[in-house]
């Protein structure tokens, strides 16, 4: 059985450029790679393959199977760049077919708002009103439903595999919005205490399909300042493979340690991460979660590794590594987790931080399942 679920794999990965091939539009729907979780985002995004809980819908949905007896909520909101912009997250897990298979259905939206449209800001005559000065609202929002499923589940060795149907909503005031459609599929693996997770996301591609929406007078401004007037547009993006390993070192029964590793391939061109060349583009995620009796954690990551610019070289124009930290903790008592994450937006010498704050709820009498 095990030597066929690796056989699975292979061919799985060898398919997965050869989706790739075609016209992409780069970091198109890139809301969609921000995380989920408070838990995960402290981790550096390290989390396919030992995310179990109902945060996995995102992760990795054939992680979901972790999710056991009684179904599991998760809720999250971060605001970035002082409040203008704001991103939530919540999913539900619930287990059925006596925890062979498991259902989910996870929300996440991304808006900023107050957007000054300056579009009126100068009059036919050339002066400048600033009463006609108004505003709008860019949000992203996508809906994913998602089925795991067992397909092996011993004491020493699990596997499970899972699928992801997702609808795309994106809004730009009242200009513009696109509908989207796309699916990802995932694989989970337990061995003792390795875990190993293959997940591709928007393995058919993923579809979307924008349309506008201006006035003619908003039409002729555009055609006066020279602007295009865009009537349809679509974009498509290009499948994203993660590779993950994890291991929990369990030095004793009140303190165990969880590392995991994550490799993003990308198949869109030349990306500035840690390997980047035409055919593919690879970026580490690394985290860790030190476990105190299962109760209390503290977590630290590091990813987005990127060549820029030293700070303070004006001359040289010298490039260096750089890369994106975060920490952060947790508590559990009974069926509820409070999770928080204090994470650096853009690297180690731009502090752009960001406050994250996640709950997660089990809705059963065994607290000690989740």
């Keep these: 059985m095990k030597s066929a679920i690796f056989s699975y794999i292979a061919i799985f990965l060898l398919a997965i450029p050869l989706l790739s091939e075609g016209q992409f539009r780069k970091y198109s729907n890139e809301f969609l790679n921000i995380g989920a ?8 995004s390290a989390q396919a393959a030992s995310v179990d809980d109902a945060t ?8 979901l199977t972790r999710v056991e007896d009684f179904p599991s909520l998760s809720l999250m909101h971060a605001s970035y ?15 059925v077919s006596d925890n062979r298979r498991t259902l989910g259905v996870s929300l996440l939206r991304f808006g ?46 699990k596997a499970s595999f899972g699928v992801n149907a997702k609808v795309i909503y994106r809004k730009v005031g009242q200009f513009a919005n696109a509908w989207g459609f796309g699916l990802d599929a995932g694989f989970s693996m337990q061995n ?28 002729e401004v555009l055609y006066l300042t020279k602007n295009d007037i865009p009537v349809k547009s679509s974009e498509l993006t290009a499948p994203r493979l993660t590779l993950a390993s994890s291991y929990l070192f369990p030095f004793s029964d009140n303190f165990k340690l969880l590392a995991e590793g994550d490799l993003d391939f990308t198949f869109d061109g030349k990306r500035n991460t840690l390997i980047s ?27 987005n590794f990127q060549k820029a610019l030293k700070d303070g070289d004006t001359t040289n124009q010298k490039r260096v590594w750089i890369y994106q930290p975060s920490l952060g903790a947790g508590f559990k008592v009974a069926n509820l987790t409070i999770d928080y994450a204090f994470s650096n937006l853009a690297n180690q010498s731009n502090p752009l931080y960001t406050h994250i704050f996640s709950l997660k709820i089990l809705f059963g009498s065994k607290g000690e399942n989740y």
């Design 81 to 95: 760049f002082s409040n203008i912009a704001n991103y939530e997250y919540a999913g539900v897990a619930i287990p």
């Design 277 to 303: 060349s035409k055919l593919t583009s690879v970026d580490p995620h690394l985290g860790l979660e030190a476990q105190i009796k299962d109760a209390f954690f503290v977590r630290a990551g590091i990813t």
């Design 37 to 44: 979780g408070a838990r995960g985002l402290a981790m550096g």
């Design 112 to 157: 900023v708002d107050d957007i000054p449209n300056t579009l009126f800001l100068v009059e036919p005559d050339g002066s400048i009103n600033y009463n006609n000065i108004s505003s709008f609202s860019s949000t992203d929002w996508a809906a994913l439903l998602s089925f795991a499923q067992k397909i092996e589940d011993q004491e020493d060795f």
């Design 56 to 63: 996995a819908g995102y992760w990795n949905p054939a992680a």
């Design 192 to 219: 003792g205490n390795w875990g190993l997770a293959v997940v591709a996301k928007d393995v058919t591609t993923t579809f979307n399909a924008w349309s506008f929406h201006f006035t003619e007078k908003e039409k």
